[in-house]
């Protein structure tokens, strides 16, 4: 019978999970404290990369939340996982700051107020001009600090004191809620809340390589670094990076790879309170143990672990077939096809290499490189001009039968 746990958590990001990494770990933080406390200096940018699963996400989410327990910021975190394009990457920023500055602002009736049409403008495509004076005339007619949006009603759709003649004309004129718009209404937004609380607002963009329309990447690095007034983190991985990158992150982060201890330790982090910790603490250890040899990665780590303990019998024996069963199932590739083309990627150390190379050296079909490549056993060294790729590291549980 499998093990129904769900206990491993191969996705979560959840930073009470976070184990390991110490000296990284102290490092960061105080990279990042030095920085957010350095207010008012202008491009203060941040990079983190590392290759996929390797625990970017979940070192951001504990740096971060440990940090706001020492110094006072407020922290706006948004994953491009979500997000078709740069846009709306900008108004998940919106979205979550209007959730952030709820809690800043708990007692603060216009604040409040102005922080509930932040939010609905995250959410719109146009608003129309009459829209917006409405939305000022009830602003106004509260009291309390305010968090810079009617200020910039007033300034960008030009409403301010009585409604003239012309402007009642106009009520039904749309402005369209586009990236630019959002770009000022979170600079302006940003620069009012910072000095009025006098906190830091720190952007962190996590997954930004994960953004469906991959072009507009580098659009949105282009139109968040027009905006100055906070601390932008960006995470991604490191096959994402563009020279747009290199130009506007100065001292990038790497996030490397763990250890076979270090994986040992996540992965009893995890079982600690699990509910089915007394088999798990059975039948795993032979199983984990063989796993965390021949690899670094914990997300692989972790996939293969929650693989076998929800579909097999955890078996040492037969745990190199059960894991052909999780190509098929995750990756929707013949197992045998996926065997041949990462032990031969394995038995060279996983070098780079073009496709030509690998269609004439592995002897599978250019169709088969191709669509190896979609399903994303096979991976690019660049997510944008792709020359050369190597195999996941999911597949490296091959190496069991090497
Ligand atoms: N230091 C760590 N402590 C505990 N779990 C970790 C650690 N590093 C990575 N993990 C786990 O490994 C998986 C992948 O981590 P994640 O942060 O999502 O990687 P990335 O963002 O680099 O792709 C997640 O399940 C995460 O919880
Ligand atoms: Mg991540």
Same mark, same amino acid.
């Given at each position: 019978?499998?093990?129904?746990?769900?206990?491993?958590?191969?996705?979560?990001?959840?930073?009470?999970?976070?184990?390991?990494?110490?000296?990284?770990?102290?490092?960061? %933080?105080?990279?990042?404290?030095?920085?957010?406390?350095?207010?008012?200096?202008?491009?203060?940018?941040?990079?983190?990369?590392?290759?996929?699963?390797?625990?970017?996400?979940?070192?951001?989410?504990?740096?971060?939340?440990?940090?706001?327990?020492?110094?006072?910021?407020?922290?706006?975190?948004?994953?491009?996982?979500?997000?078709?394009?740069?846009?709306?990457?900008?108004?998940?920023?919106?979205?979550?700051?209007?959730?952030?500055?709820?809690?800043?602002? %708990?007692?603060?009736?216009?604040?409040?107020?102005?922080?509930?049409?932040?939010?609905?403008?995250?959410?719109?495509?146009?608003?129309?001009?009459?829209?917006?004076?409405?939305?000022?005339?009830?602003?106004?007619?509260?009291?309390?600090?305010?968090?810079?949006?009617?200020?910039?009603?007033?300034?960008?759709?030009?409403?301010?004191?009585?409604?003239?003649?012309?402007?009642?004309?106009?009520?039904?004129?749309?402005?369209?809620?586009?990236?630019?718009?959002?770009?000022?209404?979170?600079?302006?937004?940003?620069?009012?809340?910072?000095?009025?609380?006098?906190?830091?607002?720190?952007?962190?963009?996590?997954?930004?390589?994960?953004?469906?329309?991959?072009?507009?990447?580098?659009?949105?690095?282009?139109?968040?670094?027009?905006?100055?007034?906070?601390?932008?983190?960006?995470?991604?991985?490191?096959?994402?990076?563009?020279?747009?990158?290199?130009?506007?992150?100065?001292?990038?982060?790497?996030?490397?790879?763990?250890?076979?201890?270090?994986?040992?330790?996540?992965?009893?982090?995890?079982?600690?309170?699990?509910?089915?910790?007394?088999?798990?603490?059975?039948?795993? !250890?032979?199983?984990?143990?063989?796993?965390?040899?021949?690899?670094?990665?914990?997300?692989?780590?972790?996939?293969?672990?929650?693989?076998?303990?929800?579909?097999?019998?955890?078996? !040492?024996?037969?745990?190199?077939?059960?894991?052909?069963?999780?190509?098929?199932?995750?990756?929707?590739?013949?197992?045998?096809?996926?065997?041949?083309?990462?032990?031969?990627?394995?038995?060279?150390?996983?070098?780079?290499?073009?496709?030509?190379?690998?269609?004439?050296?592995?002897?599978?079909?250019?169709?088969?490189?191709?669509?190896?490549?979609?399903?994303?056993?096979?991976?690019?060294?660049?997510?944008? %001009?792709?020359?050369?790729?190597?195999?996941?590291?999911?597949?490296?549980?091959?190496?069991?039968?090497?």
């Amino acid at each position: 019978m499998p093990i129904y746990t769900r206990c491993i958590q191969p996705q979560s990001i959840d930073p009470i999970l976070f184990t390991n990494r110490e000296d990284e770990y102290r490092h960061i %933080k105080e990279i990042l404290r030095s920085i957010i406390l350095a207010r008012g200096e202008d491009e203060r940018r941040l990079m983190i990369h590392g290759d996929r699963g390797t625990g970017k996400s979940i070192f951001l989410r504990k740096v971060l939340s440990d940090l706001k327990q020492e110094i006072d910021f407020i922290p706006v975190i948004v994953d491009g996982k979500t997000s078709r394009n740069a846009e709306e990457l900008l108004r998940d920023v919106c979205e979550n700051l209007a959730l952030e500055l709820r809690g800043e602002y %708990k007692r603060d009736e216009k604040a409040i107020c102005e922080i509930s049409y932040l939010d609905e403008i995250s959410r719109v495509s146009t608003v129309t001009k009459g829209w917006a004076r409405s939305r000022a005339e009830e602003i106004e007619a509260t009291a309390g600090a305010e968090i810079g949006i009617l200020n910039f009603f007033k300034l960008r759709v030009g409403i301010g004191g009585k409604e003239t003649g012309i402007e009642e004309l106009t009520r039904t004129v749309e402005i369209e809620i586009d990236s630019r718009f959002l770009r000022q209404l979170l600079s302006h937004v940003i620069e009012t809340v910072s000095s009025d609380l006098d906190k830091e607002v720190v952007i962190a963009i996590d997954s930004l390589d994960q953004i469906h329309d991959k072009d507009q990447i580098a659009e949105f690095v282009h139109e968040i670094f027009k905006h100055r007034k906070s601390l932008i983190i960006a995470v991604l991985r490191s096959e994402a990076i563009t020279l747009e990158f290199h130009r506007s992150f100065r001292d990038p982060i790497v996030i490397k790879d763990l250890s076979g201890d270090a994986l040992r330790e996540i992965l009893a982090k995890r079982i600690e309170n699990c509910p089915e910790k007394e088999i798990l603490d059975q039948k795993l !250890p032979p199983i984990a143990d063989k796993l965390r040899a021949i690899t670094v990665n914990p997300l692989s780590f972790l996939t293969w672990v929650h693989f076998l303990c929800t579909n097999t019998e955890l078996d !040492p024996e037969t745990m190199f077939d059960d894991l052909k069963g999780f190509v098929s199932n995750f990756y929707g590739v013949d197992p045998e096809n996926a065997s041949v083309i990462s032990k031969f990627f394995l038995n060279a150390g996983n070098p780079f290499l073009t496709r030509a190379e690998i269609v004439k050296q592995t002897e599978i079909s250019e169709g088969d490189s191709e669509t190896m490549t979609e399903n994303g056993i096979l991976v690019p060294d660049n997510l944008y %001009k792709p020359q050369k790729y190597r195999i996941s590291p999911d597949l490296a549980f091959f190496k069991l039968d090497t």
